[in-house]
T-cell receptor, first 113, second 113 residues
């Protein structure tokens, strides 16, 4: 079955610290992978996407993610977190032959000054 | 380029009533997907429309329906509202289909009392 697992429900970091949010997926075909961010009461903003090719992808707001096929992972990273990064982050998997995205349960990021 | 527009942003309805939510996708996008987001269930896929055809439907009762117009705008309807239908309803617009790069609207917050 297709699924996405985000093992960390809540992460707290200090401003300026590095960040890594974990995402593991299960998908039968070639996956399209995405990270979205959501501020309270708002919609989802696309941070970055992976379709094929270079396994390290760059996104907006200084985020990057690395696709590791052998580990079925697509972890999100940022070298230095800003207070404005506090939000909920969702990993999602889709594909060329599917009509929907499957989302993980999300990771809430809290940033301390 | 205008983003995805959802109206209204907030709705309060009474149990047993029906409600219609609207979504205008990004110009040129022919795929519109709908998702329900609740604290308990997370983001769940409702349905996807592409060029006025429903291509996929999630595991929701028949009270949830939708349609897409020739200009790609979409509506979803929920009849006989239940308290459990209270949620953030998100619309996503994509060029190539619901399993590919999708851009989300701000959502409609539905509260059923």
């Amino acid at each position: 079955a297709q699924s996405v697992t985000q093992p960390d429900i809540h992460i707290t970091v200090s401003e300026g610290a590095s960040l890594e949010l974990r995402c593991n997926y299960s998908y039968g075909a070639t996956p399209y992978l995405f990270w979205y961010v959501q501020s309270p009461g708002q919609g989802l903003q696309l941070l970055l996407k992976y379709f094929s090719g270079d396994t390290l992808v760059q996104g907006i707001k200084g985020f990057e993610a690395e696709f590791k096929r052998s580990q079925s992972s697509f972890n999100l990273r940022k070298p230095s977190v800003h207070w404005s990064d506090a939000a909920e982050y969702f990993c999602a998997v889709g594909g060329r032959n599917t009509d929907k995205l499957i989302f993980g349960t999300g990771t809430r990021l809290q940033v301390f000054p | 380029k205008a983003g995805v527009t959802q109206t209204p942003r907030y709705l309060i309805k009474t149990r047993g009533q029906q409600v219609t939510l609207s979504c205008s996708p990004i110009s040129g996008h022919r795929s519109v997907s709908w998702y329900q987001q609740t604290p308990g269930q997370g983001l769940q896929f409702l349905f996807e429309y592409f060029s006025e055809t429903q291509r996929n439907k999630g595991n929701f009762p028949g009270r949830f329906s939708g349609r897409q117009f020739s200009n790609s705008r979409s509506e979803m309807n929920v009849s006989t509202l239940e308290l459990g239908d209270s949620a953030l309803y998100l619309c996503a617009s994509s060029l190539a289909g619901g399993g590919t790069e999708a851009f989300f609207g701000q959502g409609t917050r539905l509260t059923v009392v």
